[in-house]
């Protein structure tokens, strides 16, 4: 099993940068890349937060490294269902960026999955710098409102779709796009997610058979557990089958995410 590789975190990085280093780093078949959508900062154990909390970054932080765990867990025990030649891509191996918020980590995960010429990214970075209603204090502000900022999501992703549409830009997508747990709450991942439909990915969720003799013995647990006794609306992503298979994946539904329309 491949796994993609990163640089590690350097100061003053901009997405633009990053994802420069990526392209040289690389050099595998992008149709061969399974990437896995995973909640970093807004659901899994940002339920934790109570929601007339206003949480500080530390806090933040606090949040986005048990969901990278619970990731780590499960793109490892879901691995071995994968070919031999997927090439793993993920915030796992990514990390976390030093004066990073949501609008740098969107624009260096929309270059990623399309696949586009970094050229073609820069061009897009000086589009937006001149669209005032994308802000970037709002976007970036995980306390303000859950909806406000989810707008600025979905007006960056548009026009990022949009500069694909008008300028003919090439695309080279990842083969495949696996949602992790929550992923469908999180604001990150369903933009993502849009995107993959978008771009013509594949989709799919991940699923735990409870059958199975590793299910009780995941270390996910812990954070669920201490997640589902704070919020009951919170589901493990589970199905009970013949116990022959730890991981399934099942097509996504899209019925409950907005279809982008041009």
């Not at 949480?55 to 969901?67: F, K």
């Not at 849009?194 to 059958?211: C, P, Y």
Request: glycine share 4%.
């Amino acid at each position: 099993m491949n796994y993609i590789l990163y640089p590690k975190s350097y100061k003053n990085a901009t997405p633009l940068d990053v994802y420069n280093n990526v392209c040289l780093l690389n050099s595998h078949d992008k149709s061969n890349e399974v990437f896995f959508n995973m909640p970093i900062t807004s659901s899994g154990a940002r339920r934790l937060i109570p929601k007339d909390e206003k949480p500080s970054r530390n806090r933040i932080i606090e949040i986005a490294l048990q969901n990278i765990n619970v990731a780590q867990c499960l793109i490892t025990a879901a691995a071995k269902y994968l070919p031999d030649y997927a090439a793993i891509g993920s915030s796992v191996d990514f990390g976390l960026w030093e004066g990073w918020g949501e609008m740098e980590y969107m624009k260096y995960w929309f270059y990623h999955i399309s696949g586009i010429g970094v050229s073609a990214a820069k061009k897009f970075e000086d589009d937006i710098k001149n669209r005032e209603h994308i802000n970037h204090t709002v976007m970036n502000d995980y306390a303000q409102c859950h909806h406000d900022r989810e707008v600025l999501y979905e007006q960056l992703l548009h026009t990022f779709c949009q500069s694909i549409k008008d300028n003919d830009i090439k695309v080279n997508p990842v083969g495949r796009m696996i949602a992790l747990p929550d992923a469908v709450n999180s604001l990150g991942c369903r933009t993502e997610i849009r995107l993959a439909q978008f771009l013509g990915i594949n989709i799919s969720i991940l699923q735990l058979d409870t059958k199975h003799d590793k299910f009780e013995n995941l270390e996910c647990h812990i954070i669920w557990n201490k997640i589902s006794e704070v919020d009951d609306t919170f589901l493990i992503p589970k199905l009970e089958h013949d116990g022959s298979k730890l991981i399934h994946f099942t097509k996504l539904s899209m019925d409950s995410l907005q279809t982008i329309n041009f």
